[in-house]
């Protein structure tokens, strides 16, 4: 009988109901894909193309729960692929339908099941998410960050590691600092902001910082003074040549749902937001090169006399 391994992780707590990832999966783990037996398709239910593919994989890291094999095993997985055919990409047609399966790519395994078998929790169902084994950095820092309740230490925190974290971290930072946000916004805010604006942080941290903070003000009833200081924070990132990847979901997103109750209706007038005209006229100017939707309605909110 094997014996059972447990993670480096066990100060992650189980959260189940959680926005993150790491605190949400039962197991957290990295592996190699090292080998891989190629199978033609063939035609699967409904005309699909269908083919099932042997990998040989070695777990690398056990991050999170417990393992029935030790890190260093290789063990083989079978997983399901489909596709319309070799010239057309559809929707979501499964986890592993999407992924690549090269011989060297590494994964972080993000995975919610009773099993201890890797092959088992790798499977379509368990296995929720694969990211870049690279990730495995946001997990390390989740795990150094615990128990994580002190918002203003963790986001000091966040701070001296941004270069180094990405996305999952982010979603961490939130689901920990999001009921302080919620009481004490003020305080919370400018350390928030900080993060967003920092140039050498990573794209992805920035991202979910940004994402997490727009899914909080929806929880508000938006006061006046936060709907002000997030829209001046969300159009001062970007004027950031460093936050250029941002910029479509800036414009489209979080500064949109910012100053607009819907299309058409503003929530506040950009005089409040900019008592300044020169500083509406230069934001103005930023957003005549895009061509994105709301683009020209954020123009015509700073235009406004």
């Known amino acids: 009988m094997s014996s059972v391994v447990e993670g480096a992780g066990g100060q992650l707590p189980l959260e189940p109901q959680s926005t993150s990832e790491i605190l949400s999966a039962t197991h957290l783990f990295t592996v190699a894909i090292v080998g891989r037996d190629d199978v033609p398709w063939g035609t699967g239910p409904g005309g699909m193309q269908q083919r099932t593919l042997r990998l040989q994989v070695e777990l690398l890291e056990l991050l999170k729960g417990s393992l029935d094999v030790p890190p260093g095993t290789r063990f083989s997985l079978e997983v399901v692929q489909k596709r319309v055919s070799a010239f057309i990409e559809m929707d979501y047609m499964g986890l592993w339908s999407h992924a690549?399966?090269?011989?060297?790519?590494?994964?972080?395994?993000?995975?919610?099941?009773?099993?201890?078998?890797?092959?088992?929790?790798?499977?379509?169902?368990?296995?929720?998410?694969?990211?870049d084994a690279k990730l495995a950095a946001d997990v390390h820092a989740?795990?150094?960050?615990?128990?994580?309740?002190?918002?203003s230490r963790l986001l000091q925190f966040a701070y001296e590691r941004r270069a180094k974290v990405d996305e999952l971290f982010g979603r961490y930072l939130w689901a920990r600092i999001k009921p302080a946000f919620l009481k004490q916004h003020a305080m919370v805010l400018p350390l928030i902001v900080r993060l967003m604006?920092?140039?050498?942080?990573?794209?992805?941290?920035?991202?979910?910082?940004a994402d997490g903070l727009d899914d909080a003000m929806s929880d508000l009833?938006?006061?006046?003074?936060?709907?002000?200081?997030?829209?001046?924070?969300?159009?001062?990132?970007?004027?950031?040549?460093?936050?250029?990847?941002?910029?479509?979901?800036?414009?489209e997103g979080y500064i949109f749902n910012t100053v607009f109750i819907d299309e058409g209706k503003s929530r506040i007038?950009?005089?409040?937001?900019?008592?300044?005209a020169a500083d509406r006229q230069r934001y103005a100017?930023?957003?005549?090169?895009?061509?994105?939707?709301?683009?020209?309605?954020?123009?015509?909110?700073?235009?406004?006399?």
């Open 285 to 305: 100017s930023l957003l005549k090169d895009s061509d994105q939707e709301r683009a020209a309605e954020l123009r015509n909110w700073l235009a406004q006399r």
């Open 269 to 276: 007038d950009s005089h409040r937001v900019f008592p300044n």
């Open 221 to 251: 009833h938006e006061p006046d003074d936060l709907v002000i200081a997030v829209a001046r924070a969300y159009f001062e990132m970007l004027a950031q040549p460093e936050a250029q990847p941002l910029h479509d979901d800036l414009i």
């Open 197 to 209: 604006h920092a140039a050498d942080a990573t794209e992805g941290f920035r991202r979910s910082v």
């Open 142 to 151: 989740a795990i150094a960050a615990e128990p994580g309740t002190n918002a």
């Open 100 to 131: 690549d399966t090269a011989p060297g790519v590494r994964y972080l395994v993000v995975s919610t099941g009773a099993s201890q078998s890797p092959a088992k929790l790798m499977q379509e169902g368990p296995c929720k998410r694969l990211f």
